[in-house]
């Protein structure tokens, strides 16, 4: 993926963080338990955190150093799973009930430490390639 894909991918996933932070604080704050509010909420910052993370990885993959970095361009595809795995399932859990699928915690429920998986290696492959570079 080009950097300018990396960049409006962020733009795209730094809007809807804004717009789920903003709904799970206005919009939900009557309907859940305050835990499950900070569970949505535990996934709205981490959405946050990886999606300036890949906004910089698209800087990063602008410059002539960098274009051609295969470990920062994986990292970034990380980063995305990661952010659709651990904050999404993060997402559903907390407002399961609300949505008619508690049945579902069982499929739901893994996605979670696999997300997080996802956000480690995606930190390790930025490690390891502005090392080698």
């Known amino acids: 993926?080009?950097?300018?894909?990396?960049?409006?991918?962020?733009?795209?996933?730094?809007?809807l963080a804004v717009l789920l932070g903003a709904f799970g604080a206005h919009g939900l704050e009557d309907l859940l338990h305050p835990y499950r509010l900070s569970i949505f909420d535990t996934g709205v910052h981490y959405q946050f955190y990886h999606t300036l993370a890949l906004f910089l990885l698209g800087i990063l993959l602008g410059q002539k150093k960098y274009t051609h970095n295969r470990l920062l361009k994986d990292a970034g595809y990380a980063?995305?799973?990661?952010?659709?795995?651990?904050?999404?399932?993060?997402?559903l859990l907390a407002t399961r009930d609300l949505l008619g699928i508690d049945d579902w915690k069982w499929l739901i429920g893994p996605c979670t430490p696999i997300g997080g998986f996802c956000f480690v290696i995606g930190w390790i492959l930025v490690a390891v390639g502005v090392w080698r570079s």
């Open 1 to 15: 993926m080009k950097p300018k894909r990396y960049l409006l991918t962020a733009a795209i996933l730094g809007a």
């Open 79 to 91: 980063f995305m799973v990661g952010i659709i795995l651990f904050s999404g399932s993060l997402y």
